[in-house]
């Protein structure tokens, strides 16, 4: 029977697979009875048609193959619009839809720094990361407002900041309830806070995506009057996207304000600026971010240790380290951890982040990580199944013997890496955690 959802909302998601695997998430996820369309404005992102399960078990959602998002979320990354192999920031980051996004538009020779204050929301980004194998994004944890990077690096930034959320009400009735007008001000002022940092970060023409879920003005276009007004930023005009209704009202020229009910989706606010050359903020702005800087420094005067290891140390029979893009590999207690190329010259010293997990090394060698599927590609040493009820089967703990050898496996879907199990006698052992 197919789910059935509420008029109100079109139910989306964006495909999170290397070009040339594109075609085989479609015929999974065709396979387990799903259709969809593409949205119209990005070949990543669709709209699903029907549903015959929930989505979110599907394979293609097990395996990180698709990440369920809403369609007015994608946009600021699409609004930032950043170029192949390009650094990107993004200061609030967490559960990682946008960072995601940005993963793919940059590919796997950019570097994303996705940055995560509260530690129980970084775990879920790192979670989502690791499923997706975005291993060109790297994580961090300090207060945004404070982020110890150095000033006029960054040249394209995004910043989704914690909002009111009035623009997703339908879908969460009681936002209004938790955050009526009374109580947003501590919003505004943290909102304004991480606006002069970012302004601070960027370098002259970078340019910023300001975004939230909310439809408070004080949160949207007074924000971003501030911005122009206090930290030397000029609006960059955005082209509106095909596929949404927008709300145009007074003080929103140059920015877009996503219709939420005609559009069948989430309210959003989103605003594109460009610094200057040489724009100087205002002394009350310079002086909050003074402070920030002074924050900052005592911040990377700590160390993040790491030893670097070869390529050739990661090989395996499942395992081709040549594979993976530019940049280095180091072990950190254990964890074999990937480091962009581009994050040597971006981050300063002492800068404290992790890269995306590749797996262990130990005495008995390297042993990835179940869902590395990045440095997969076919061989002998590896298991296809041609149908998704055998894969389901294997998840769910049915013995599978082989004529394979050694210790581990490749497993397949037709053409579709998914990942790698564990061989015991032959006998294989799925270990995929989330």
Known sequence: MTTSHSPSFLRSFRLSAREELVPFVRELLEAEGFRFEPEPFSPLCFRLLEEPFPLGSSLAAFFGYIYIQDRSSMLPPLALNPARGATVVDVCASPGSKTGLLAQLVGEEGFVLANEISHARL???RMTLKA?????????????????????SCQAILLDPPC?????????????????????????????RLLARAASLLADDGVLVYSTCTTNSDENELQVCYAEEELGLVRDPIEPFAGFVWDDRAGS???????????????????RLRKKAQAAPSSSAAMGTDLEQGQA???????????????????????????????????????????????????????????APLGRLGSGGFQADARLRVCMQPSSQAI??????????????????????????????????????????????AGFGK
Request: aromatic letters at 6%; hydrophobic letters at 35%.
């Open 253 to 271: 020229e140059g920015t877009l304000r996503v219709d939420g009910t005609r559009s069948k989706a989430q309210g959003f606010y989103i605003a």
């Open 297 to 355: 420094q005592k911040a990377v005067q700590k160390g993040t240790g790491g030893c670097d290891v070869s390529r050739a140390q990661l090989a395996t029979a499942t395992v081709q380290p040549d594979l993976l893009p530019d940049g280095r590999c180091a072990v950190f207690s254990g964890t074999v951890r990937f480091l962009p190329r581009a994050s040597e010259t971006f981050l300063p010293d002492g800068f404290v982040w992790q890269g």
């Open 132 to 152: 997706c194998n975005c291993i060109q994004v790297g994580t961090c944890s300090y207060s945004g407002d404070a982020l110890p990077l150095r000033p006029g």
């Open 123 to 125: 775990n879920t980004l």
């Open 164 to 192: 009111s959320g009035w623009g997703t009400v339908e879908k969460n009735p009681h936002v209004l309830d938790v955050w009526h007008e009374g109580k947003v001000q501590p919003l505004i002022t943290l909102q304004r």
């Open 384 to 429: 296809v199944l041609q149908e998704p009820g055998e894969v389901r089967s294997l998840l769910s703990g049915a013995s599978m013997r082989t004529d394979l050898r050694g210790k581990e496996a490749g497993l397949w879907w037709r053409d579709l890496p998914l990942g790698r199990v564990s061989l015991r006698n032959g006998r294989v052992i």
